[in-house]
């Protein structure tokens, strides 16, 4: 059974940093898909980070030079790294895992990724 726990989420102040931990479970990697998406209260879910089996990761243009991911293949897990964060940031961040390659544009994936995480609340103020 895939499991996908985040962690790492917290309340902090406009400029702070944040690093959000998706620990999976379950899954043998080869093929894949994973991405970090967040909803903001009132607004509809949106990609931020995008990371392929290839190699190949792309970000929303709102986080671009404020975000970094990246995944631990010993450990698997897959990290996002939040600078300068803004309170436009606030959210609840979720990661997602795809059996498959990623069918995105950028951060605009069109295939409904098979696993979702449970989410972690982010508040910048």
């Known amino acids: 059974q895939v499991q996908l726990v985040e962690s790492g989420g917290g309340s902090v102040q406009a400029g702070g940093s944040l690093t959000l931990s998706c620990a999976a479970s379950?899954?043998?990697?080869?093929?894949?898909?994973m991405g970090w998406f967040r909803r903001a209260p009132g607004q509809e879910r949106e990609g931020v980070a995008v990371?392929?089996?290839?190699?190949?990761?792309s970000y929303a243009d709102s986080v671009q030079g404020r975000f970094a991911t990246s995944k631990d293949n010993a450990e698997n897990t897959l990290d996002l790294e939040m600078n300068s964060l803004k309170p436009e940031d606030t959210g609840m961040y979720f990661c997602?895992?795809?059996?498959?390659?990623?069918?995105?544009?950028?951060?605009?994936?069109?295939?409904?990724?098979?696993?979702w995480g449970q989410g972690t609340q982010v508040t910048v103020s």
């Open positions: 997602a895992l795809d059996r498959w390659a990623c069918v995105c544009d950028g951060v605009l994936c069109y295939r409904e990724f098979d696993f």
């Open positions: 379950g899954y043998t990697f080869g093929t894949y898909c």
């Open positions: 990371l392929s089996s290839d190699g190949t990761i």
